[in-house]
């Protein structure tokens, strides 16, 4: 028997041992765990299938019995949620039950140019969605890809203050053939309901203008040939991520959250709903991680510790990075000049670039599987 033979036995019996409180089963026996995979560095991967009643709590007990096994260098789970059944013959509901989502039906045909689209998301807001969404997208432009950002935030749109820009975009094209042009800052293609409004003007408007916004600036914004967009999301699970993920074919989900369980508690609803619409979880990044005091080189948890971390392990998702909570990250947004760009060697645009690199890691992971 090999080394990777050996690994996967012991990570079966490891398995074997994790019962459902539900069916009283253990989740091997139970038909819950499959598509093992070892690797010769020691990196376990397999898929869970997690159904509606099952506790979260699930998913955290075999990724602790697995990584407890000898010679398991790291873990990685699929976490899969059941589709119902239909019988034959049967016809489709005239209408979604209450609990439900439509399936998203997206139109490849939507983006042709871009070759990955993903969301930063939360199911809560004041965590830093926008700064972190910013700090990758310039992370991402200044490691040499071609990168768009896509303010979906319709009644809070922060992403020109954020990149310092106040421009009218131009619009191109013939009658029936009109084109925006995005506006350009710090290598990124930009575009934002904030570039069309004026200053202070509120965005006034119900759940079917905010699908068709969304899809104006889609499909109708020059984006050109683009590695990466990014979409920056508004808080929550309502209009603007259902009619994304029902509009154009997401490689995922970066969620984002603060250590404290407030936040921690959003983003887990957060990331089911992605689930439920076939959004593969890029990963999580913990925000405002920890203040290192300027004066006397202290640290504070001022929000807390470890929970970015602790819900990836929970949810079985990837922990991208940790931002540590920093004053100059907050004045550079304000005065439109990214951390990545305005302090390239402070540890938060370190930070920053970690988790560009990493959900780069990510989503090519994604496509593999």
């Known amino acids: 028997m090999s080394d990777?033979?050996?690994?996967?036995?012991?990570?079966?019996?490891?398995?074997?041992?994790?019962?459902n409180p539900r069916t009283g089963e253990d989740v091997l026996a139970g038909g819950q765990v499959a598509g093992f995979e070892v690797d010769d560095e020691g990196k376990v991967r397999f898929q869970f299938l997690l159904k509606p009643e099952d506790p979260g709590t699930l998913v955290r007990a075999a990724r602790a019995a697995v990584e407890a096994v000898p010679g398991v260098a790291r873990v990685k789970i699929d976490v899969k949620l059941p589709r119902e059944a239909q019988a034959p013959g049967q016809q489709q509901p005239r209408r979604p039950a209450p609990h439900s989502v439509?399936?998203?039906?997206?139109?490849?045909?939507?983006?042709?140019?871009?070759?990955?689209?993903?969301?930063?998301?939360?199911?809560?807001?004041?965590?830093?969605?926008?700064?972190?969404?910013?700090?990758?997208?310039?992370?991402?432009?200044?490691?040499?890809?071609?990168?768009?950002?896509?303010?979906?935030?319709?009644y809070g749109p922060d992403i020109p203050q954020m990149f310092g820009e106040s421009r009218k975009p131009l619009v191109t094209g013939g009658q029936g053939r009109e084109?925006?042009?995005p506006l350009e800052a710090h290598g990124v293609k930009l575009m934002s309901l904030g570039f069309l409004?004026?200053?202070?003007?509120?965005?006034?408007?119900?759940?079917?203008?905010?699908?068709?916004?969304?899809?104006?600036?889609?499909?109708?914004?020059?984006?050109?040939?683009?590695?990466?967009?990014v979409v920056d999301m508004p808080p929550g699970t309502g209009d603007a991520q259902l009619s994304l993920a029902q509009t154009v074919t997401l490689d995922g989900a970066v969620m984002v959250t603060t250590p404290q369980e407030v936040?921690?508690?959003?983003?887990?609803?957060?990331?089911?709903?992605?689930?439920?619409?076939?959004?593969?979880?890029?990963?999580?990044?913990?925000?405002?991680?920890?203040?290192?005091?300027?004066h006397c080189?202290?640290?504070?948890?001022?929000?807390?510790?470890?929970?970015?971390?602790?819900?990836?392990?929970?949810?079985?998702?990837?922990?991208?990075?940790?931002?540590?909570?920093?004053?100059?990250?907050?004045?550079?947004?304000?005065?439109?000049?990214?951390?990545?760009?305005?302090?390239?060697?402070?540890?938060?645009?370190?930070?920053?670039?970690?988790?560009?690199?990493?959900?780069?890691?990510?989503?090519?992971?994604?496509?593999?599987?």
């Open 4 to 19: 990777r033979e050996e690994v996967l036995a012991r990570v079966q019996e490891a398995l074997a041992s994790v019962h």
């Open 102 to 154: 439509p399936a998203p039906t997206p139109q490849p045909n939507l983006v042709a140019g871009i070759e990955h689209v993903f969301a930063v998301s939360s199911g809560k807001g004041g965590v830093g969605k926008s700064t972190v969404a910013v700090n990758i997208a310039v992370a991402l432009a200044r490691a040499g890809h071609r990168v768009g950002l896509l303010d979906a935030d319709i």
């Open 179 to 181: 084109k925006i042009v």
């Open 197 to 229: 409004l004026e200053p202070e003007q509120p965005a006034i408007m119900r759940g079917p203008l905010i699908s068709g916004i969304l899809r104006q600036f889609l499909e109708q914004v020059e984006w050109g040939p683009l590695d990466y967009l």
């Open 263 to 294: 936040s921690t508690g959003d983003v887990r609803r957060a990331i089911r709903m992605f689930e439920r619409v076939n959004t593969p979880i890029l990963g999580v990044v913990e925000n405002m991680a920890g203040l290192t005091c300027p």
């Open 297 to 369: 080189g202290g640290h504070v948890d001022v929000f807390g510790a470890g929970g970015g971390a602790r819900l990836a392990a929970e949810m079985g998702a990837r922990l991208l990075g940790t931002i540590p909570l920093d004053p100059h990250v907050r004045q550079a947004g304000d005065a439109g000049a990214p951390t990545t760009v305005s302090a390239p060697d402070s540890p938060a645009a370190q930070a920053f670039r970690q988790v560009a690199e990493t959900v780069v890691d990510a989503i090519a992971a994604a496509r593999a599987a």
